[in-house]
Protein backbone atom coordinates (compact mmCIF):
# COMPACT_ATOMS: atom_id res chain seq x y z
CA UNK A 1 0.00 0.00 0.00
CA UNK A 2 2.57 2.04 0.74
CA UNK A 3 4.60 2.01 -3.00
CA UNK A 4 1.44 2.59 -4.49
CA UNK A 5 1.07 6.12 -2.36
CA UNK A 6 4.37 7.21 -3.30
CA UNK A 7 3.58 6.10 -6.73
CA UNK A 8 0.89 8.42 -6.64
CA UNK A 9 2.77 11.13 -4.81
CA UNK A 10 5.08 10.93 -7.42
CA UNK A 11 3.53 10.66 -10.54
CA UNK A 12 1.74 13.75 -9.29
CA UNK A 13 4.85 15.76 -8.73
CA UNK A 14 5.66 14.87 -11.81
CA UNK A 15 2.64 15.98 -13.47
CA UNK A 16 2.82 19.43 -11.39
CA UNK A 17 5.98 20.21 -12.85
CA UNK A 18 4.92 20.03 -16.14
CA UNK A 19 1.91 21.76 -16.26
CA UNK A 20 -0.98 18.82 -15.74
CA UNK A 21 -1.70 18.95 -12.24
CA UNK A 22 -4.11 21.37 -10.73
CA UNK A 23 -4.18 25.01 -12.08
CA UNK A 24 -2.56 27.09 -9.12
CA UNK A 25 0.89 25.11 -9.23
CA UNK A 26 0.84 26.44 -12.72
CA UNK A 27 0.19 29.78 -11.89
CA UNK A 28 3.24 29.70 -9.56
CA UNK A 29 5.73 28.18 -12.03
CA UNK A 30 4.35 30.74 -14.68
CA UNK A 31 4.22 33.73 -12.21
CA UNK A 32 8.19 32.56 -11.28
CA UNK A 33 9.76 32.32 -14.91
CA UNK A 34 7.36 36.17 -15.82
CA UNK A 35 9.98 37.40 -12.87
CA UNK A 36 12.98 35.57 -14.08
CA UNK A 37 12.76 36.99 -17.40
CA UNK A 38 11.62 40.13 -16.05
CA UNK A 39 14.73 40.28 -14.24
CA UNK A 40 17.24 39.06 -16.87
CA UNK A 41 14.98 41.67 -19.25
CA UNK A 42 16.08 44.38 -16.72
CA UNK A 43 19.70 43.41 -16.44
CA UNK A 44 20.23 43.33 -20.55
CA UNK A 45 18.78 46.77 -20.35
CA UNK A 46 21.05 47.87 -17.75
CA UNK A 47 24.06 46.58 -19.90
CA UNK A 48 22.74 47.91 -22.81
CA UNK A 49 22.69 51.34 -21.31
CA UNK A 50 26.29 50.95 -20.00
CA UNK A 51 27.21 50.01 -23.10
CA UNK A 52 25.42 52.95 -25.11
CA UNK A 53 26.84 55.81 -22.84
CA UNK A 54 30.32 54.73 -21.78
CA UNK A 55 32.85 57.30 -22.00
CA UNK A 56 35.48 54.76 -23.30
CA UNK A 57 35.16 53.21 -26.58
CA UNK A 58 34.06 49.72 -26.35
CA UNK A 59 34.19 47.23 -29.35
CA UNK A 60 33.89 43.17 -30.37
CA UNK A 61 35.61 42.16 -33.52
CA UNK A 62 36.56 38.73 -35.11
CA UNK A 63 40.35 37.93 -34.75
CA UNK A 64 40.39 38.83 -38.61
CA UNK A 65 39.96 42.65 -37.91
CA UNK A 66 36.17 42.33 -38.50
CA UNK A 67 34.46 44.99 -36.68
CA UNK A 68 30.91 43.10 -35.01
CA UNK A 69 29.44 45.36 -33.31
CA UNK A 70 30.70 49.45 -31.74
CA UNK A 71 29.82 51.76 -28.77
CA UNK A 72 28.71 55.50 -29.49
CA UNK A 73 32.31 56.03 -27.68
CA UNK A 74 34.30 53.90 -30.28
CA UNK A 75 32.63 55.93 -33.39
CA UNK A 76 33.01 59.43 -31.72
CA UNK A 77 37.04 58.86 -31.16
CA UNK A 78 37.13 57.28 -34.78
CA UNK A 79 35.84 60.21 -36.15
CA UNK A 80 32.40 58.88 -37.10
CA UNK A 81 29.29 60.19 -36.84
CA UNK A 82 27.60 57.02 -35.17
CA UNK A 83 28.06 53.30 -34.55
CA UNK A 84 26.50 52.15 -38.10
CA UNK A 85 28.83 54.61 -40.01
CA UNK A 86 32.04 53.37 -38.63
CA UNK A 87 30.66 49.55 -39.15
CA UNK A 88 29.67 50.79 -43.04
CA UNK A 89 33.41 52.81 -43.44
CA UNK A 90 35.54 50.29 -41.81
CA UNK A 91 34.78 46.87 -42.08
CA UNK A 92 38.11 46.13 -41.29
CA UNK A 93 39.67 46.88 -37.56
CA UNK A 94 42.91 46.90 -39.35
CA UNK A 95 42.22 49.79 -41.43
CA UNK A 96 41.74 51.97 -37.96
CA UNK A 97 45.38 51.14 -36.65
CA UNK A 98 48.35 52.96 -37.58
CA UNK A 99 50.02 49.97 -39.47
CA UNK A 100 48.66 46.01 -39.50
CA UNK A 101 51.77 45.29 -37.71
CA UNK A 102 50.29 47.12 -34.53
CA UNK A 103 46.81 44.72 -34.98
CA UNK A 104 48.87 41.60 -35.39
CA UNK A 105 50.95 41.79 -32.54
CA UNK A 106 47.71 42.82 -30.45
CA UNK A 107 46.31 39.62 -31.61
CA UNK A 108 49.81 37.41 -31.54
CA UNK A 109 49.98 39.05 -27.66
CA UNK A 110 46.07 38.10 -26.97
CA UNK A 111 46.03 34.66 -28.14
CA UNK A 112 49.29 33.98 -26.14
CA UNK A 113 47.94 35.70 -22.71
CA UNK A 114 44.00 35.59 -23.30
CA UNK A 115 43.78 39.33 -22.03
CA UNK A 116 46.14 42.25 -22.67
CA UNK A 117 45.92 45.69 -20.70
CA UNK A 118 47.50 48.97 -21.37
CA UNK A 119 48.09 47.55 -25.01
CA UNK A 120 49.18 51.24 -26.31
CA UNK A 121 49.04 52.07 -30.15
CA UNK A 122 47.67 54.50 -32.60
CA UNK A 123 44.42 54.58 -34.88
CA UNK A 124 43.59 56.74 -37.41
CA UNK A 125 40.51 58.44 -37.61
CA UNK A 126 38.18 58.78 -40.42
CA UNK A 127 39.85 62.28 -40.94
CA UNK A 128 43.09 61.12 -41.36
CA UNK A 129 44.30 62.13 -37.97
CA UNK A 130 46.19 60.01 -35.58
CA UNK A 131 45.21 59.32 -32.42
CA UNK A 132 47.10 57.63 -29.49
CA UNK A 133 45.37 55.23 -27.68
CA UNK A 134 45.03 52.43 -25.25
CA UNK A 135 43.32 49.59 -24.89
CA UNK A 136 42.22 46.37 -22.76
CA UNK A 137 41.23 43.23 -24.78
CA UNK A 138 40.06 39.81 -24.03
CA UNK A 139 39.82 36.88 -26.26
CA UNK A 140 36.34 35.58 -26.01
CA UNK A 141 34.75 31.84 -27.00
CA UNK A 142 31.54 32.45 -28.31
CA UNK A 143 29.62 28.94 -29.75
CA UNK A 144 33.44 27.98 -30.57
CA UNK A 145 33.95 31.24 -32.62
CA UNK A 146 36.83 33.96 -31.04
CA UNK A 147 36.06 37.02 -30.66
CA UNK A 148 38.30 40.39 -29.61
CA UNK A 149 35.98 42.69 -26.84
CA UNK A 150 37.98 45.73 -25.91
CA UNK A 151 37.94 48.97 -24.19
CA UNK A 152 39.39 51.63 -25.94
CA UNK A 153 40.87 55.15 -24.68
CA UNK A 154 41.98 58.25 -25.54
CA UNK A 155 45.05 58.97 -24.09
CA UNK A 156 46.63 61.53 -26.69
CA UNK A 157 46.74 64.30 -24.68
CA UNK A 158 48.62 62.63 -21.75
CA UNK A 159 51.16 60.88 -24.35
CA UNK A 160 51.51 64.81 -25.66
CA UNK A 161 51.82 65.76 -22.55
CA UNK A 162 54.67 63.47 -21.77
CA UNK A 163 56.59 64.22 -25.16
CA UNK A 164 56.08 67.79 -24.20
CA UNK A 165 58.03 67.08 -20.49
CA UNK A 166 60.64 65.17 -22.17
CA UNK A 167 61.28 68.21 -25.12
CA UNK A 168 61.08 70.25 -21.68
CA UNK A 169 63.79 67.98 -19.78
CA UNK A 170 65.97 67.79 -22.81
CA UNK A 171 66.41 71.94 -23.19
CA UNK A 172 66.88 72.01 -19.41
CA UNK A 173 69.76 69.70 -19.46
CA UNK A 174 71.13 71.28 -22.61
CA UNK A 175 71.20 74.75 -21.06
CA UNK A 176 72.51 73.37 -17.79
CA UNK A 177 75.47 71.53 -19.93
CA UNK A 178 75.79 74.74 -21.59
CA UNK A 179 75.63 76.87 -18.46
CA UNK A 180 78.14 73.97 -16.93
CA UNK A 181 80.38 75.15 -19.56
CA UNK A 182 80.60 78.32 -19.61
CA UNK A 183 81.25 78.63 -15.80
CA UNK A 184 83.90 76.09 -15.96
CA UNK A 185 85.73 78.41 -18.99
CA UNK A 186 84.93 81.29 -16.77
CA UNK A 187 86.86 79.75 -13.92
CA UNK A 188 89.68 78.43 -16.11
CA UNK A 189 89.81 82.41 -17.28
CA UNK A 190 89.69 83.09 -13.82
CA UNK A 191 92.22 81.33 -12.46
CA UNK A 192 94.52 81.80 -15.36
CA UNK A 193 94.17 85.59 -14.35
CA UNK A 194 95.21 85.14 -10.79
CA UNK A 195 97.97 82.91 -11.99
CA UNK A 196 99.30 86.02 -13.96
CA UNK A 197 98.90 88.28 -11.20
Known amino acids: MKKRSEAA ?25 ATTIEQLEAER ?6 FDNALHGI ?5 EGQLVDANPAMAH ?3 Y ?4 RLRQQVPDLRQLFETPASYALL ?23 LRDVALNVLLKDE ?12 VTERVQDQRNLRQLNEILESRVDAR ?9 QLRLEITER
Not at 45 to 50: A, D, S
Not at 111 to 125: A, K, P, S
Not at 143 to 154: N, R
Not at 180 to 188: F, G, Q, Y
Open 180 to 188: TAELTRLND
Open 77 to 79: LCG
Open 107 to 129: VSLLQERGLVRGYETRIRRADGE
Open 45 to 50: NHYKWL
Open 81 to 84: ADQQ
Open 59 to 63: FQASL
Open 143 to 154: DGVPLVEACIQD
Open 9 to 33: VTTANFEDLIGLGNHSVRKTYHAEL
